[in-house]
């Protein structure tokens, strides 16, 4: 429920096994599921979470990965059928706790699902708006609207060399603003891991200040300014 970050084959091997069995477990369940929205769940959380872990699954990381990390990622041509991107969170969620798999530091299964529904409300808004695309979707949708197949590289070459000469009509606005958030978007920096931290109570004044004043360093510091 946890790779390294930079370990791909570990975590595809991970993710297909939890999503075929996601799948599985649904239908079981009578539950909706969408195998690769659930796939983009799990890779949110490998890939653009500084913990990694699979199984965690706080509020905020519900909002950001279905009003975020969704819209970013998952590109619905024109007249394609919409992936239910809450539904299928909300099915993950239910099998993590079902199967013993959630972590047991993470909220409750009942405020995981609160969190779905508070956010669900903005989701369609979230998905239409294209300031919140990638580069690759935003350039996948515009050729779709124009008539291109995107599924034919041959057709989908000529549009990019077409769009290089200036010959095609986009929104230059959105396009800046995604290429803004593309160089200045928050980075894991050297996809380095890190495990959330709890909440401490810290000690009074005076006693930070007593323990100041007993700290070696400290000490060393008064006797190199006398």
Same mark, same amino acid.
């Given at each position: 429920?946890?790779?390294e970050?930079?370990?791909e084959?570990? @975590?595809?091997?991970? %993710?297909g096994?939890l999503? !075929?069995r996601?799948?599985r477990w649904?239908?079981?369940?009578g539950?909706?599921? !969408?195998?690769f ?5 799990l890779d949110?959380r490998?890939?653009?979470t500084?913990d990694?872990?699979?199984g965690w699954w706080e #509020?905020r ?8 990390w969704? #819209?970013q990622?998952v $590109? ?7 992936g239910d991107g809450?539904?299928?969170l909300?099915?993950l969620?239910? @099998?993590?706790?079902a199967?013993?798999l959630a972590d #047991?530091r993470g909220p409750?299964?009942d =405020?995981?699902?609160?969190a779905?529904d508070a956010?669900?409300?903005?989701? #369609?808004?979230?998905?239409a ?8 979707k935003?350039w996948?949708? $515009?050729a779709?609207e124009?008539?291109? !197949?995107?599924? =034919? %590289?041959?057709?989908l070459?000529r549009f990019a060399e077409?769009?290089q000469?200036?010959e095609i009509?986009?929104d230059?606005r959105?396009? =800046?603003e995604i290429? =803004?958030r ?5 980075v ?6 890190a495990e ?5 109570v810290l000690p009074?004044e ?6 100041a004043e007993?700290s070696t ?10």
């Amino acid at each position: 429920m946890r790779c390294e970050a930079g370990a791909e084959e570990e @975590f595809e091997a991970a %993710g297909g096994l939890l999503v !075929d069995r996601l799948v599985r477990w649904a239908g079981e369940q009578g539950l909706p599921v !969408d195998a690769f929205m659930a796939e983009t769940a799990l890779d949110y959380r490998h890939r653009a979470t500084a913990d990694g872990r699979l199984g965690w699954w706080e #509020p905020r990381h519900v909002e950001e990965l279905l009003l975020s990390w969704l #819209p970013q990622q998952v $590109t619905e041509l024109p007249g394609e059928e919409r992936g239910d991107g809450p539904g299928t969170l909300r099915a993950l969620l239910r @099998f993590l706790h079902a199967v013993q798999l959630a972590d #047991p530091r993470g909220p409750a299964l009942d =405020d995981s699902l609160g969190a779905v529904d508070a956010a669900e409300e903005r989701y #369609p808004e979230a998905m239409a708006d294209r300031n919140r695309w990638s580069l690759a979707k935003f350039w996948a949708v $515009t050729a779709a609207e124009q008539g291109v !197949d995107v599924m =034919d %590289g041959v057709a989908l070459q000529r549009f990019a060399e077409r769009a290089q000469r200036g010959e095609i009509a986009y929104d230059q606005r959105t396009l =800046d603003e995604i290429m =803004d958030r593309r160089l200045n978007g928050r980075v894991l920096a050297d996809g380095a891991r890190a495990e959330p931290q709890l909440p401490v109570v810290l000690p009074s004044e005076g006693e930070l200040r007593r323990q100041a004043e007993a700290s070696t360093l400290a000490a060393q510091l008064r006797g190199l300014a006398e």
